[in-house]
């Protein structure tokens, strides 16, 4: 198999994580004219490709590319996939320079060091480590890029690329992740006629029909607050999360816009989950004088559980437990990731990383320790997974 000359020191994933910060990689999509990932992917190609591994660049979005780097099994073993995502939230807010890395009191600080460039290091040192034995199976490290918003990098990796199992180094406190909820996001226009506020009876006011509509997502949302309880996830939830409505004072609103929000458990589709909206606003249709709305389905993504019997889950249980020396605790999420886009195409997957704290805020940081025992367990879940030729890929 290719990989890096066992003579040479194993890489460090504290200074590969301080390389990966002082990159800017602001997703666009989130902040119109950002740089996105095309500097940090080269820079992940280029250090891949270097301790050994075969590189292969996507970009079904112009100027926005992700790297796959493949370390070849000898045959017959099974293939282990290991996701991290490029791109990074706003620098806009941030306490002090974003991307100046600065180490202190045991943490790293920066933009992106918990969120995920803390696991995008230790999977890229992991395979690199694990690359200088033989192993049975092949090892995939994906860079992808746009997590933050529509998740392209791993649907072009999913296009061209599949293995028996997978991991996504997203942020856990090195607790394995075995489930997170779906989210869906719809627009919700709804139309009326404008009349003079002095004779609103002439006209038709979407705002107010805006209100009955929430009056029944109320109720909604008392129902899926009163439905069984997800062992890992909790409850599924609705909520408005913005309106606009009315031109001013004196006149009845003709037109109410609003964008709806809806979490869900693993098992209730888009689809389901649309129909659900759908059937509010025909009822209201069917009841309500000149009721009258369109409904636009904006993002959706379903949620996703692992199978607690699958070998990954198993095996990253027994790696966590020896590294970290304490029974491992298993979580669910309740924000989305690509593991739901690796669960979709039947890519048995969980989610564990690192410890640290300030996603998407002022103060980003990720300790230092908790990066080294990632590394050292995504090391021994290749070796163990991946390792010489097994009977079974179930």
């Known amino acids: 198999m290719s990989a890096s000359d066992d003579r040479t020191p194993p890489p460090d994933p504290i200074a590969l994580l301080k390389q990966l910060v002082a990159i800017e990689s602001v997703n666009p999509d989130l902040v119109p004219g ?19 591994l075969e590189v292969h660049r996507l970009e079904s979005v112009s100027g926005r590319p992700s790297v796959v780097g493949i370390a070849r099994g ?17 620098l806009v807010g941030y306490d002090g320079d974003p991307l100046a890395v600065v180490e202190r009191d045991g943490r790293i600080f920066g933009r992106g060091a918990f969120d995920m460039k803390s696991g995008l290091a230790a999977i890229m040192v992991a395979v690199a480590r694990a690359a200088r034995a033989p192993l049975g199976g092949d090892v995939l490290v994906a860079c992808v890029a ?6 392209i990098g791993t649907e072009a990796v999913l296009r061209h690329f599949r293995a028996d199992a997978a991991i996504v180094a997203e942020p856990s406190g090195l607790e394995v992740t075995l489930g997170h909820r ?23 006011d979407a705002i107010a029909h805006a209100s009955q509509f929430i009056r029944r997502l109320d109720a909604l949302a008392v129902r899926l607050e009163s439905a069984p309880r997800h062992p890992l996830l909790g409850h599924g939830a609705v909520r408005v999360a913005t309106i606009q409505g009315g031109t001013e004072a004196a006149t009845v609103a003709a037109e109410c816009r609003l964008t709806i929000e809806r979490r869900s458990l693993p098992g209730e589709t888009p689809d389901a989950v649309e129909a659900e909206l759908r059937e509010i606003l025909e009822g209201l249709a069917r009841t309500v004088d000149n009721f009258s709305f369109t409904l636009k389905r904006l993002v959706a993504r379903a949620g996703y559980e692992a199978a607690r019997d699958w070998p990954i889950v198993a095996i990253v249980i027994e790696q966590a437990e020896r590294v970290l020396g304490r029974p491992q605790v298993t979580r669910g999420e309740p924000f989305w990731t690509d593991a739901g886009l690796l669960d979709q195409v039947g890519i048995p997957c969980l989610l564990i990383g690192v410890v640290g704290g300030g996603a998407h805020g002022p103060v980003e940081w990720v300790d230092i320790q908790s990066v080294h025992q990632l590394t050292d367990i995504l090391t021994g879940t290749i070796a163990q997974f991946c390792g010489p030729a097994v009977r079974s890929l179930a």
């Open 182 to 204: 779906g989210f869906a996001w719809f627009e919700v226009v709804l139309t009326g006629r404008a009349a003079h506020g002095a004779t609103p009876h002439l006209g038709v």
């Open 146 to 151: 746009d997590e933050e918003f529509g998740s």
């Open 74 to 90: 000898t045959g017959g073993g099974r293939s282990l996939l290991l996701n991290g995502h490029l791109d990074t939230v706003s």
């Open 34 to 52: 950002a740089p996105g990932e095309r500097s940090i992917a080269s820079f992940c190609a280029d250090w891949l490709g270097r301790h050994g």
